[in-house]
Every structure is written in structure tokens, then in C-alpha cells.
């Protein structure tokens, strides 16, 4: 099992940046891909980005390329997620997610379907 826990969300103005961390426990060497995802109220959840914990290879969704960035440290146990430029429509609540051997189906590493855990989330407000 892998637990998650976020933290560094926030309110900042239009054009600022914040930094959303997520630290994962427990069975980290299966954890495969480690995402972050967001839900506005109202809307369905939707990926922001995701990285490949062996390779570091990343996807962006199109609304946050460019502006955002995913990072894991050495020991693949903390994901970052650095928002510079941010937009009152990036306000949502941002989820960590893992997925691991035992959750992957085997489609795109942005269909949440592929993550068996999740951490509480954390509010970003812009």
C-alpha cells in the first residue's frame, strides 16, 4: 500500500506561482507513475501532469504546459509541482495520485483509472 500526503497549497494572485508537494509511504518501489490531478467544483477531476518514477518522463495537459512543472526527488518519494503564472482558472483542489503494478491498466498515464491512491488533495486558489 501507498499513502500520500500533500502540502504547500495556498491563494496567490493572478500571475504568481506556488509549489504543491506530495510525499508518498509505504510500498514506494512499486509505485510506477505518480500524477497530479485537480477538480474544480463542479467538474469532473482532470490530469494536470504526470512523471514516469523510473524514466522522469512527464505529461502536461495543454491548460497548464508551460507554466507548469512535475519533479520526484532521488529517492522517487516526494513529487513537486511547480506553478509559475497561474490563472484564476487553475483554481481547484490538486490531488496526488499513484499508480503502482497492482493499479495500472495499461492505458494513458493521465486516465486516472491507472491510480489506486490517492492523497486528500490540497487547495490552490488564484
Known amino acids: 500500500h501507498v499513502q500520500l500526503v500533500e502540502s504547500g497549497g495556498g491563494s496567490v494572485e493572478t500571475g504568481g506561482s506556488l509549489r504543491i508537494s506530495c510525499i508518498a509511504s509505504g510500498s514506494i518501489d512499486a509505485i510506477m507513475y505518480m500524477a497530479w490531478f485537480r477538480k474544480h467544483p463542479g467538474k469532473e477531476r482532470e490530469p494536470v501532469a504526470t512523471?514516469?518514477?523510473?524514466?522522469?518522463?512527464?505529461y502536461y495537459s495543454t491548460s497548464v504546459k508551460g507554466r507548469f512543472t512535475i519533479s520526484q526527488d532521488n529517492a522517487k518519494s516526494t513529487v513537486t509541482l511547480q506553478m509559475n503564472s497561474l490563472k484564476p482558472e487553475d483554481t481547484a483542489r490538486y490531488y496526488c495520485?499513484?499508480?503502482?503494478?497492482?493499479?495500472?491498466?495499461?492505458?494513458?498515464?493521465?486516465?486516472?483509472?491507472?491510480?489506486?491512491?490517492w492523497g486528500h488533495g490540497t487547495q490552490v486558489t488564484v
Open positions: 512523471i514516469r518514477t523510473t524514466t522522469s518522463s512527464t
Open positions: 495520485a499513484a499508480a503502482t503494478s497492482g493499479s495500472w491498466l495499461g492505458s494513458e498515464p493521465e486516465d486516472d483509472e491507472n491510480y489506486g491512491y
